[in-house]
């Protein structure tokens, strides 16, 4: 459990710091902490999925006292989230800021054309990825995802989105490229608002996150059909009176090859010291170790993969590159 | 009613602004032109909206022009003298936001408060200047420390560790 | 009456005296919120959510909503004493309670605009108390051309309010669209109007211009006119709430239509700002006396606030009951009630039934303790405009310039609001309405927005904006509001042929 090691290693160097003289590199790795309220951005606008696990963490950490000083969340939502990444861009060096990514860290660049990049950046810890799931109205007739591409050929369906050439709209043109079947896809601003419109009958599937329409699938208004991700949610404990999370088939079983998740990382500006980032780390660590936070996951069905270090670059860099590849293909590249 | 004191007639300034929105929707539409104004394959491109505004702005303001460039009214749109009282708010408030992005609110927004009291109000430069303190003051803990609100800082905030 | 024994549970509840105390402090936290610029709604609720993480939940649901509500009450203050409106739903209240303030009759404005919230809120609570499954399900057959009917409607109850040249309003009016496409168009997710500016990037925030159009300006005319707040001598005196209240029923008619536009904009949702300008400008619309507006009627204070408390409290009823908030702050509150366990959407009626009721209780309770607050702190607030201009002057525009940051944590927002200072000003004096323009800039973008996605839907066609009964009726009565005033002149030329 890297949750434990960590602990104990923070626990180590935290007893030894308190002998041992602060010139050591290892030990004053470990002893480095914030001076001054931490900013927390947040590259979208209140209430969001992103917004709201910054606050959860903020909660978090202010009611288990995790941290001496405060955590400040600060929306900066501007241009897709381009203003909040260059804001941390350009205060290369300052410990005291950190930022929480969507999917928007590779698509806002990519689609506006807007000069950041993760490279730009100091990643610090994957905290989760977030799930999507298609989901269609309980009425309709489709009840596979074969049903479902099949009328989607025959007739040009309605797919509704959170924005334009962000993730919603990136797996709908990623289920076009795999099955030819053309969509007009209808962007809205929050996924909320999204779930709502398919219940209303506005529009015909959406690609919601668990979170966002687990209610109206327990009230039974909507259906899911498949998840994007290479195996099944985790979570067995029934949320209808026949289904669990887990019960719902991989769009791959199902016969779709679309598979996506989003990022829910930790970044930092450039050129900060290495003891800051090891110390945000040990906080995250802390953070994923409350019921709180557990809480959350369970709620929204996340996918709990971490990643830190070299791991976690690697992965973004792969996770840019496919965002290059899909975004071309679907024409979404800033001209 | 013709005012014959110094300052800015009414008609030169009704000429200045309408040509000054003309000009901004001449600007909106050229770039609104560029980003595409035809329709897509998600429906009208992002420059439609702007485009047909920007031609709606362009023609109304053309037609305050011309109204204004025929009108032979010799109404002042501000005395000098009253050019001059806004001016004693307005240069100040410059030097405020100068000040802001430069060394942080606190001290600017000290020392504004010190020099209206002072030099508009007519009160000693003590009390002035103690007052602009405690505004500042009253800021920080408010802003600072009870609702968590970062405002903007500089060197002398950061000597004091923020 | 299952549903009525609940919430006298709730009741029970919510009335522990530790409860009511955390009540009123949350009123007044919230009043502050309201009231200091840039703190408004959503960043004051989402600042002091964190607070409530240590209490037990239902007091900290209490203080949430009472933290909301206070925040509700306290947006009007500002708007009638300083003309500088803290929230978009804020702006109509401006037109006539910032006249009435200049006018001596700061109280009267204030009694109004705080007796109107309650009365409002209370009527949309009344309302979710009452038919709250029903209400859900209307709320679903909003998709996105009945949206903009709702938006069209807006336009076109308030458009032509305003006297002067139908050219400057028109201009002024676009320049308003203009400034709400500033940034990156959320249909396409491609920049516009940017000009290559990362300053621009984030569009440009309805606050920080009006923070500069209204509030600057405004200190910019104080300064040409000799240094004085006009209305600084305002009488105050605890009777005037007596006499304004006694004087209130009689607009139980606007009050009544105010509240039902404010329920529907809530729950739609389309949200409080529309409601206030579309309930502002029916109530013109429809009135004998409707040139007279602006000039410090007490039925243009009446009108934008009963709807805009109306809206904003029955936005919370699709929030619970659909999960989707009808306002950033309600979105902000919804993060802090998922924080306790509550899953919002249509189960939550069913499942969480205690939670609702004690919820809804406390809204009661809160809007009761909100009007108390308020009421009793009339005196002080009018009180403010009695400070000597040198000392207040500083102080207002410190505060705009820290709402203008906060907005959006920008520096370059401070430069902004000194541009839109001078352009207000000119506006002003070039007798330019600002109003139309403001209209504009709040809801353009959805407007926008709205009819994009409807054509998308639709493949293009027009056709789509009367496809059923619901849009088809919205728009008729927008279009009927547009001719308002040719219809009274073509009904005058009848009414006259006929009598002679």
């Known amino acids: 459990m890297p949750t434990v090691a960590r602990r104990i290693v923070f626990a180590a160097a935290f007893a030894s710091a308190a002998v041992a003289v602060p010139t050591a590199p290892t030990s004053a790795q470990a002893t480095w902490e914030p001076t ?9 606008g209140t209430g969001g999925g992103a917004d709201q696990m910054a606050r959860t963490i903020q909660g978090i950490v202010s009611k288990h006292e995790l941290m001496r000083q405060p955590i400040v969340v600060t929306n900066k939502g501007g241009g897709a989230g381009a203003e909040a990444f260059l804001e941390v861009k350009n205060s290369r060096g300052n410990p005291h800021v950190l930022v929480i990514t969507l999917s928007n860290l590779f698509t806002t660049p990519l689609a506006t054309g807007v000069p950041v990049s993760w490279r730009d950046m100091t990643p610090v810890k994957m905290l989760a990825l977030d799930e999507f799931v298609l989901w269609v109205h309980a009425e309709s007739p489709w009840h596979t995802v074969s049903d479902f591409i099949g009328a989607a050929k025959s007739q040009r369906l309605r797919m509704g989105g959170t924005g334009s050439r962000q993730e919603d709209h990136i ?52 259906r899911p059909l498949c998840v994007f991700d290479s195996q099944r949610l985790p979570v067995t404990e029934k949320m209808t009176a026949t289904m669990a999370w887990s019960d719902i088939p991989t769009c791959k079983e199902a016969g779709l090859d679309v598979e996506y998740l989003m990022l829910r990382g930790i970044f930092m500006p450039p050129g900060v010291p290495e003891a800051a980032v090891a110390f945000y780390i040990g906080l995250l660590d802390r953070v994923r170790a409350t019921p709180e936070w557990q809480e959350l996951m369970r709620n929204g069905a996340f996918n709990t993969t971490t990643m830190i270090g070299a791991d976690y670059a690697r992965w973004v860099e792969r996770e840019e590159e496919r965002h290059r590849s899909l975004m071309a293909e679907a024409g979404f590249l800033a001209r | 009613m013709a005012d014959h004191r110094g300052g800015v007639r009414a008609r030169t300034a009704e000429l200045v602004a309408a040509a000054a929105i003309a000009a901004l929707g001449a600007l909106v539409v050229a770039d609104a032109y560029r980003i595409g104004i035809a329709w897509d394959l998600d429906g009208p491109q992002s420059g439609t909206f702007p485009f047909w505004t920007g031609i709606i702005m362009i023609t109304a303001s053309l037609v305050t022009f011309t109204f204004a460039a025929f009108g032979r009214s010799r109404v002042l749109f501000a005395s000098s003298q009253e050019l001059a009282s806004v001016a004693r708010l307005f240069v100040p408030a410059c030097m405020f936001v100068a000040g802001v992005l430069v060394i942080g609110l606190y001290l600017p927004a000290a020392a504004l408060v010190a020099w209206f009291m002072a030099v508009i109000g007519g009160y000693r430069l003590t009390t002035a200047a103690l007052s602009g303190l405690a505004a500042s003051g009253v800021i920080f803990v408010v802003f600072e420390a009870w609702f968590l609100v970062a405002l903007p800082k500089g060197p002398v905030e950061a000597l004091l560790g923020y | 009456m299952e549903n009525l024994d609940a919430l006298f549970a709730g009741f029970a509840v919510a009335l522990v005296p530790g409860n009511l105390g955390l009540m009123v402090l949350g009123v007044m936290l919230g009043i502050v919120i309201g009231v200091l610029p840039g703190l408004g709604g959503a960043n004051g609720i989402a600042i002091l959510l964190p607070l409530t993480f240590a209490m037990p939940p239902v007091s900290a649901i209490i203080m949430l909503s009472c933290i909301y509500w206070g925040a509700l009450f306290g947006g009007a203050i500002t708007s009638i004493l300083f003309n500088i409106p803290g929230e978009p739903w804020s702006v109509a209240t401006t037109f006539d309670g910032y006249p009435m303030a200049q006018q001596g009759r700061a109280a009267e404005a204030l009694t109004a605009a705080f007796t109107s919230s309650f009365v409002g809120a209370l009527f949309a609570i009344l309302m979710i108390t009452a038919i709250a499954p029903l209400i859900a399900a209307f709320a679903l057959r909003f998709g996105p051309p009945e949206f903009f009917a709702v938006m069209f409607l807006s336009f076109a109850s308030f458009v032509g309010l305003t006297q002067g040249s139908a050219w400057k309003t028109l201009a002024a009016m676009m320049a308003g669209f203009l400034m709400a496409c500033v940034g990156l168009d959320t249909v396409t997710g491609q920049l516009r109007l940017t000009f290559g500016s990362t300053e621009l990037l984030r569009g440009i925030d309805f606050l920080v211009a009006v923070i500069g159009l209204f509030g600057i300006s405004e200190i910019m005319i104080a300064m040409e006119e000799g240094l004085a707040f006009r209305g600084a001598t305002a009488r105050i005196d605890p009777k005037v709430v007596s006499q304004v209240w006694k004087a209130l029923p009689r607009h139980w008619a606007i009050a009544l239509r105010s509240c039902v536009i404010g329920c529907w904009m809530g729950v739609t949702p389309a949200g409080a700002t529309p409601a206030s300008f579309m309930s502002y400008g029916m109530a013109r619309r429809l009135s004998k006396d409707g040139p007279t507006f602006g000039t410090g009627r007490i039925e243009g204070v009446i009108a ?47 499942e969480q039934k205690e939670f609702v009721w004690g919820l809804v209780a406390s809204m009661y309770l809160g809007n009761l303790a909100s009007l108390v607050v308020v009421m009793a702190l009339v005196p002080w607030f009018a009180a403010i405009l009695r400070i000597p201009f040198a000392i207040i002057a500083p102080l207002i525009l410190i505060a705009c ?3 203008a940051f906060t907005v959006n944590n920008a520096a370059f927002d401070l430069v902004l609001m000194l541009v839109f200072g001078v352009v207000g000003y000119v506006m002003k004096k070039l007798d330019y309405p600002l109003a139309p323009m403001v209209l504009a800039l709040v809801l353009g973008n959805r407007t926008e927005q709205s009819f994009r996605q409807s054509l998308l839907l639709s493949d293009g066609s027009l056709g789509v904006f009367f496809g059923n009964w619901l849009v088809g009726s919205i728009m008729a009565v927008g279009f009927l509001m547009l001719f308002w005033p040719m219809l009274g002149r073509l009904r005058a030329a009848v009414l006259a042929r006929l009598s002679r």
């Not at chain 1, 001054?36 to 979208?44: D, E, K, Y």
């Not at chain 1, 809205?188 to 209610?215: C, K, M, S, W, Y």
């Not at chain 3, 009823?317 to 366990?341: D, E, F, I, K």
Request: neutral net charge; charged residues 10%; glycine residues 12%.
């Open chain 1, 36 to 44: 001054r309220p931490v900013q927390f951005l947040v590259p979208a």
């Open chain 1, 171 to 222: 797996i709908t043109a990623a289920i076009t490229r795999a099955t030819g079947a053309q969509f007009t896809y209808v962007p809205f601003r929050g996924g909320g608002e999204v779930a709502t419109q398919l219940v209303g009958r506005h529009v015909d599937a959406t690609v919601n996150n668990p979170i966002e329409a687990v209610a109206h699938w327990r009230a039974g208004t909507l």
């Open chain 3, 304 to 350: 934008p606030e009963v709807a805009n408390n109306a809206a904003g409290v029955a936005a919370l009823l699709p929030m619970l009951a659909l999960g989707v908030p009808g306002s950033p702050t309600a979105a902000v509150l919804l993060g802090g009630l998922v924080m306790w366990g509550l899953q919002p959407g249509p189960m939550l009626f069913i």
């Open chain 3, 401 to 403: 310039a820290i709402g």
